[in-house]
T-cell receptor, first 116, second 113 residues
Framework: GAVVSQHPSWVICKSGTSVKIECRSL??????MFWYRQFPKQSLMLMAT?????????EQGVEKDKFLINHASLTLSTLTVTSAHPEDSSFYIC????????????FGNGTRLTVT | AQSVTQPDIHITVSEGASLELRCNYSYGATPYLFWYVQSPGQGLQLLLK??????LVQGIKGFEAEFKRSQSSFNLRKPSVHWSDAAEYFC???????????FGTGTRLKVLA
């Protein structure tokens, strides 16, 4: 089955630094990937749609300069949290589809970001 | 507006008992429907999906769901729950041809030994 790998699974960083999270589709090509944020005991909030070879599409209220997304290839999208602050601490999850009609989204295992 | 409602925030069942998790949606047409499960600190795993055809859908781990158009529901069921089923369950809807899913708020399942 389709596998999405997300790295790192957890990261602790100091306030003001930047953190990069990688999302890879291991056995399929993904033109489109999605980045979500999940607060404790809450549902997933879509942050942005990552498009291979073009700019990401951000949801309303998501700062594109704070959350930089790069989709450099058909198997890799990265989310960089720039100048991180404690309020950016959260669980970030990526997902991808192999773009076949009817194919569901496949999710990575998420990244727990803690900003101190 | 499109929306997904999972009325039960928490559900507790005894191991071996049957389970039904509710999901109601609001959508202009028949959407794609999904159930995902999330273990603590993990991503989401697809349990089953409905796109069209037979309204009773079989999934992994012994789960099934029934699409009822008249009730705008897609409830998840399992005849006998195992302790390993304890997790968070999310219902999601997606517009055909897109991948912008809308997720429900989730139902946390606790299983008593």
């Amino acid at each position: 089955g389709a596998v999405v790998s997300q790295h790192p699974s957890w990261v602790i960083c100091k306030s003001g630094t930047s953190v990069k999270i990688e999302c890879r589709s291991l056995d399929f090509q993904a033109t489109t990937m999605f980045w979500y944020r999940q607060f404790p005991k809450q549902s997933l909030m879509l942050m942005a749609t990552s498009n291979e070879g073009s700019k990401a599409t951000y949801e309303q209220g998501v700062e594109k300069d704070k959350f930089l997304i790069n989709h450099a290839s058909l198997t890799l999208s990265t989310l960089t949290v720039t100048s991180a602050h404690p309020e950016d601490s959260s669980f970030y999850i990526c997902s991808a589809s192999d773009d076949r009609e009817g194919s569901p989204l496949h999710f990575g295992n998420g990244t727990r970001l803690t900003v101190t | 507006a499109q929306s997904v409602t999972q009325p039960d925030i928490h559900i507790t069942v005894s191991e071996g008992a049957s389970l039904e998790l509710r999901c109601n949606y609001s959508y202009g047409a028949t959407p794609y429907l999904f159930w995902y499960v999330q273990s603590p600190g993990q991503g989401l795993q697809l349990l089953l999906k409905y796109f069209s055809g037979d309204t009773l859908v079989q999934g992994i781990k012994g789960f099934e769901a029934e699409f009822k158009r008249s009730q705008s529901s897609f409830n998840l069921r399992k005849p006998s729950v195992h302790w390993s089923d304890a997790a968070e369950y999310f219902c999601a809807v997606g517009a055909p041809g897109t991948y912008k899913y809308i997720f429900g708020t989730g139902t946390r399942l606790k299983v008593l030994a």
